[in-house]
Nanobody, 125 residues
Framework: QVQLVESGGGLVQAGGSLRLSCAAS????????MGWFRQAPGKEREFVAA????????DYASSVKGRFVISRDNAKNTVYLQMGSLEPEDTAVYYC??????????????????WGQGTQVTVST
């Protein structure tokens, strides 16, 4: 059983930055694929970014590439999402997720086994 707790969301003006954190407990964190997803009102949950330490690979959604950076500190069992040049379209609840089966990053939320409770990010104009 893996538990995930996100933090760092909030209200920010367009063009601003935020850093989300996700602390994990339970299991060998360094072997897990860690992902960030988001869900805006009335929309499906969508992939944002993912990281695999085992294969040293990061993937990003095209909508955030060049603006967001995923990173992790395996010693602290924590994954981060540094978000820059934020746009109103980035407004959503952001979820951290962990994939315990396999080492390959995935954009499919069904491939992730555990989820955090979500943190709200609101970008104002």
């Amino acid at each position: 059983q893996v538990q995930l707790v996100e933090s760092g969301g909030g209200l920010v003006q367009a063009g601003g930055s935020l850093r989300l954190s996700c602390a994990a407990s339970g299991g060998p964190f360094a072997t897990y694929v860690m992902g960030w997803f988001r869900q805006a009102p009335g929309k499906e949950r969508e992939f944002v970014a993912a990281d695999s330490s085992i294969v040293n690979r990061k993937d990003y959604a095209s909508s955030v590439k060049g603006r967001f950076v995923i990173s992790r500190d395996n010693a602290k069992n924590t994954v981060y999402l540094q978000m820059g040049s934020l746009e109103p379209e980035d407004t959503a609840v952001y979820y951290c997720a962990v994939r315990t089966r396999g080492f390959i990053v995935s954009i499919n939320p069904k491939d992730y086994d555990y989820w955090g409770q979500g943190t709200q990010v609101t970008v104002s104009t």
